[in-house]
């Protein structure tokens, strides 16, 4: 039986792949950081069916530990802080986790078995302000925040560790995808979850910054298949994974209203907290690397993906009542 660790499990991603490789025949090990109270909200279904231990990125001997007892053949690592305006307000902490965690994790894989294979979870943030049109593996990165300054960083380690120690690591660029699971502050889901309390009467209004960005949205689940080809193949490689379909946030808003039968100018209102000190005006990605190489394909279109997450958090709010619906 293969073993995957993953890091950032209890994140959208993490808690998709968990279950994905659990499918497949996996034992997973799934890495997490101490907290005061569990938060387990993504991984209550399956953690019976994991191994869950302690690690932080932060911490080096955690994470040489961690290899060292359960010895697994694939690190997946998804742990970061990935929320973009936060690594305007906490810039040093985000590089600690984001950029240098991936060195951690490089040297204690080079320090305890190099045959491990390495997934790095860079992003389309790097692409920032965008050089050409679509985005693809060879497009040159502007990052527009700390957050994508840092996802540099982890991209080109990741390339580094593999050029000096011939260590199997792989970058996926992967652009915005969402879920149900999504965090409730990224704006697909702050929309998809108030559209459903403006729908059920528990909400007026929905406050956001840019309506006008761009990005080529896809659905996690079928991202964290294109993360586990690149581990599978014969040899290490970069590769973008993307729709390859751009749709701004007020047409997100126009689909999502419009699916719970509402008018989205009625209720979004412009709110200058929302917008960033720089901004990505526009992401859409080439896939067609993955696709030669990998066969990975997208199966959900963005309208579906749209009426996934506001009939999910339609029926979660109806299930649960005005609480924070439980994810997923
Ligand atoms: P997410 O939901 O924000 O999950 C992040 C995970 O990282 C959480 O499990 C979090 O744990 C964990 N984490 C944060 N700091 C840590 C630390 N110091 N040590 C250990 N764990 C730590 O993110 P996601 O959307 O699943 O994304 C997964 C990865 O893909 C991230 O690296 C993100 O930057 C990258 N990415 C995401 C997208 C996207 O559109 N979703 C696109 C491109 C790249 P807690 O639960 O304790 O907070
Ligand atoms: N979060 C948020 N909240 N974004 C808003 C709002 C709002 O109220 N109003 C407009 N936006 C705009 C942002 O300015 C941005 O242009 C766009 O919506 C998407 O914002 P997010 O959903 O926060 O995602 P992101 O694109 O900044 O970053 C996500 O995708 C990256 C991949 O490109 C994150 O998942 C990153 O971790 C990931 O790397």
């Known amino acids: 039986m293969p073993k995957a660790l993953i890091t950032g499990i209890t994140g959208q991603d993490g808690s998709y792949l968990a279950e994905f490789l659990l499918d497949q025949g996996y ?3 799934g890495m997490v950081r101490r907290t005061s109270t569990v938060n387990f909200d993504r991984i ?28 697994p053949q694939e690190v997946y690592n998804l742990a970061a802080q990935s929320f ?11 590089g ?52 994508g300054v840092a996802k540099v960083y982890g991209h080109w380690i990741t ?10 690591a792989c970058s996926g660029i992967l652009f915005n995808h969402e879920s149900p699971r999504r965090g409730l502050e990224f704006v697909t889901r702050k929309i998809t979850h108030t559209v459903a309390r403006i729908k059920l009467g528990l909400a007026e209004e929905l406050r956001l910054g840019n309506l006008d960005a761009r990005r ?15 581990l599978q193949h014969d040899r290490p490689d970069d590769y973008v994974i993307a729709t390859g379909e751009t749709h701004s946030v007020r047409e997100f808003c126009q689909e999502a209203f419009g699916h719970a039968g509402l008018d989205w100018e009625k209720h ?9 000190p720089a901004e990505v005006d526009l992401l859409v990605g080439d896939a067609g690397k993955a696709a030669r190489v990998l066969g990975w394909k997208p199966a959900v279109t963005f309208r579906d993906l749209v009426r996934i997450m506001v009939d999910a958090d ?13 994810v997923g």
Request: proline share 6%.
């Open 314 to 326: 339609l029926a979660a709010l109806r299930q649960g009542g005005d609480h924070t619906p439980r």
């Open 84 to 94: 973009v305006p936060t690594s305007f307000e906490q810039p040093v902490l985000t």
């Open 27 to 29: 034992e997973v090990v």
């Open 216 to 230: 080529d949205w896809g659905f996690a689940p079928d991202y964290v298949r294109g993360m586990w080809r690149m």
């Open 268 to 276: 979004v209102v412009a709110d200058p907290r929302y917008f960033r």
């Open 44 to 71: 209550r279904q399956f953690q019976d069916r994991i191994a869950v231990v302690q690690g932080d990125l932060l911490d080096q001997v955690s994470l040489i530990n961690i290899l060292h007892e359960h010895r």
């Open 159 to 168: 390339i580094n560790y593999r050029e000096s120690y011939d260590l199997f």
């Open 96 to 147: 600690e986790f984001t950029a240098l965690g991936v060195t951690r994790m490089l040297d204690a894989i080079r320090t305890v078995d190099r045959s491990i294979r390495f997934y790095q979870a860079s992003s389309s943030e790097m692409f920032g302000k965008v050089h050409e049109v679509p985005q693809r593996e060879t497009t040159p990165f502007h990052p527009r925040s700390p957050y």
